[in-house]
């Protein structure tokens, strides 16, 4: 069961990887979910879509420079909500 990581690419404000899973997922996941299925990245990175033509790809994104902006890690909580 071999993972494969993308290289990083960039846009002005996300940094992007697709990462390729031997199981076809069709289906957003929480951290913890896609962490489950053996998925190891450093903090911040969100499953934000599905690439349909190929199911097994999981799209990530995370806020550009964010290991800069958030050293430890963690974005504050606002309100009781992730932001």
């Not at 031997?22 to 903090?43: A, C, D, F, N």
């Not at 499953?47 to 050293?71: G, S, T």
């Amino acid at each position: 069961d071999d993972i494969y990581y993308s290289p990083r690419y960039y846009d002005d404000e996300y940094e992007y990887r697709h990462v390729s899973v031997p199981k076809q997922i069709g289906r957003l996941m929480s951290e913890q979910e896609w962490r489950g299925y053996g998925v190891k990245q450093s903090p911040g990175w969100i499953h934000y879509m599905i690439h349909n033509p190929e199911p097994h790809i999981l799209m990530f994104r995370r806020e550009k420079d964010y290991q800069v902006k958030y050293p430890n890690g963690m974005i504050a909580q606002v309100g009781g909500l992730v932001g």
